[in-house]
């Protein structure tokens, strides 16, 4: 079964989200819901600086928890992010509609599939 690695789950509310979430750092996150005490993973993402922002960005839309983790560069969040991604199914099973995309200066392919690795 795969694993996130995140602390949480949280509510996804402001309040939650400076509590718990108190470093301005890169990081990742998952976004869903409880059901029977566990988290289903609908959405994962990242922060390229700051996942306290980021997080807060998605306040007041489809989810109700989150759970997340610093990473110590934005290359890390991106390899996490692609990692999270392919692990929970893709575009098939989440609610991402679309790969994870790079930071637009990197030539970073992902560790997982090797997309962006001919581009």
């Known amino acids: 079964m795969p694993s996130l690695s995140m602390q949480g789950p949280y509510s996804l509310d402001n309040e939650s989200i400076d509590e718990y979430v108190t470093k301005t750092l890169p990081g990742n996150y998952a976004l869903g819901t409880v059901n029977d005490y566990k ?22 839309k489809n989810y109700t928890r989150f759970k ?4 110590t560069s ?9 990692k999270n991604f392919h692990d929970f199914g893709g575009t098939k ?3 991402n509609d ?9 030539d970073w392919g992902c560790p997982v599939c090797g997309v962006y690795d001919s581009i």
């Open 39 to 60: 988290f289903i993973v609908k959405y994962v993402g990242r922060s390229d600086t700051d996942v306290n922002a980021r997080l807060k960005t998605w306040v007041g």
């Open 68 to 71: 997340f983790s610093y990473a």
């Open 74 to 82: 934005s290359k890390a969040a991106f390899a996490k992010e692609c």
């Open 93 to 95: 099973k989440l609610d």
């Open 98 to 106: 679309i790969h994870p995309g790079r930071p637009e200066d990197s």
